[in-house]
């Protein structure tokens, strides 16, 4: 497709258990960014790629959170033992980050977590 | 480290009415500047940018325009429309970190 794709696009578990959020980016963006959303607030840096490395993961909010990126393309941000405070909207973008489109962000549609 | 403070929400304006959100920031160096605006069922959209000082950044209506001086980048529009109710972002670009302010949620009322 031609934006950045999110799934799921919505995920409800239970307290404890593990999930994995995927995105799949624009193609030929090398940057990739996640977000996170939670209501009323603003939008929470939590990691970003360049290619496949992660030079900032300083966002994440706890060493149950990790992400990775393979091909210098999907990305996956993986939260174990969920807790109640991980419900948000997850937001996953691409960017080129050199020339005219230097700091413009694609996003996709995100993915809500509802932890029970 | 940075970071962007915008006008508290929500805001209320009837159709034709002129629509401010103000926008300030702090950041080391010379940051760019953006507004993203996210219309409801949507996702976030960028709806302008400006990349130094005193540029004007311009889109659909809307202006904002980098000033150093106030380290501020507010946004405006002159005749606001039903269709532009959404939710508006500030943020600032600084290296190759996009920080965001916590968003105002406008609603236009015909």
């Known amino acids: 497709g031609a934006g950045v794709s999110q799934s799921p696009s919505n995920k409800v578990t239970e307290k404890g258990k593990d999930v994995e959020l995927r995105c799949d980016p624009i193609s030929g963006h090398t940057a990739l960014y996640w977000y996170r959303q939670s209501l009323g607030q603003g939008l929470e840096f939590l990691i970003y790629f360049q290619g496949n490395s992660a030079p900032d993961k300083s966002g994440l909010p706890s060493d149950r959170f990790s992400a990775e990126r393979t091909g210098g393309s999907v990305s996956t941000l993986t939260i174990q033992r969920t807790q109640q405070e991980d419900s948000a909207v997850y937001l996953c973008?691409?960017?080129?980050?050199w020339g005219g489109g230097a700091g413009e962000l694609f996003f996709g549609e995100g993915s809500r977590l509802t932890v029970l | 480290g940075d970071s962007v403070t915008q006008m508290e929400g929500p805001v209320t304006l009837s159709e034709e009415a002129f629509l401010t959100i103000n926008c300030t920031y702090t950041a080391t160096g010379y940051p760019s500047l953006f507004w993203y605006v996210q219309y409801p069922g949507e996702g976030l959209q960028l709806l302008l940018k400006?990349?130094?000082?005193?540029d004007k950044g311009s889109n659909k209506g809307f202006e904002a325009t980098y000033r150093k001086e106030t380290t501020s980048f507010h946004l405006e529009k002159g005749s606001v429309q039903v269709s532009d109710s959404a939710v508006y972002f500030c943020?600032?670009?600084?290296?190759?970190?996009?920080?965001f302010g916590a968003g105002t949620t406008v609603t236009v009322r015909a």
């Open positions: 943020a600032l670009l600084n290296d190759y970190k996009l920080s």
């Open positions: 973008a691409s960017s080129t980050l």
């Open positions: 400006a990349t130094k000082a005193d």
